[in-house]
């Protein structure tokens, strides 16, 4: 079983930059893939980015990229987003996932995922 918390999250104007910063508990987080998502209030929960196992692999949203990069370290335990160049559409509440599948097209999609933090509220001022 994995444990996802996240932090990082806040207010910020637009342009600025925020990192957020998931911790895992649990021996197996070098074996999960690894992911974020966002919900805003009324609209359903969408795909930000993800990372695989070992990190070499990294899949973004079309509307993050360029702007927003997924790190983890499977030393620590943790999975990273930063997020640059932030607009006032980014603001959601951010979550972290874990997936113990394989790589592949499915990472996109929420089904995959089998652990899920509580998530981090990002506000995003115009």
């Known amino acids: 079983q994995v444990q996802l918390v996240e932090s990082g999250g806040g207010l910020v104007q637009a342009g600025g930059s925020l990192r957020l910063s998931c911790a895992a508990s649990g021996r197996t987080f070098s074996s999960n893939n690894m992911g974020w998502f966002r919900q805003a209030p009324g609209k359903e929960r969408e795909f930000v980015a993800a990372?695989?196992?070992?990190?070499?692999?990294?899949y973004y949203a079309d509307s993050v990229k360029d702007r927003f990069t997924i790190s983890r370290d499977n030393a620590k335990n943790t999975v990273d987003l930063q997020m640059n160049s932030l607009k006032p559409e980014d603001t959601a509440v951010y979550y972290c996932a874990a997936s113990g599948g394989p790589w592949g097209p499915t990472i996109a999609t929420i089904r995959p995922y089998d652990y899920w933090g509580q998530g981090t509220q990002v506000t995003v001022s115009s």
């Open positions: 990372i695989s196992r070992s990190g070499i692999s990294r």
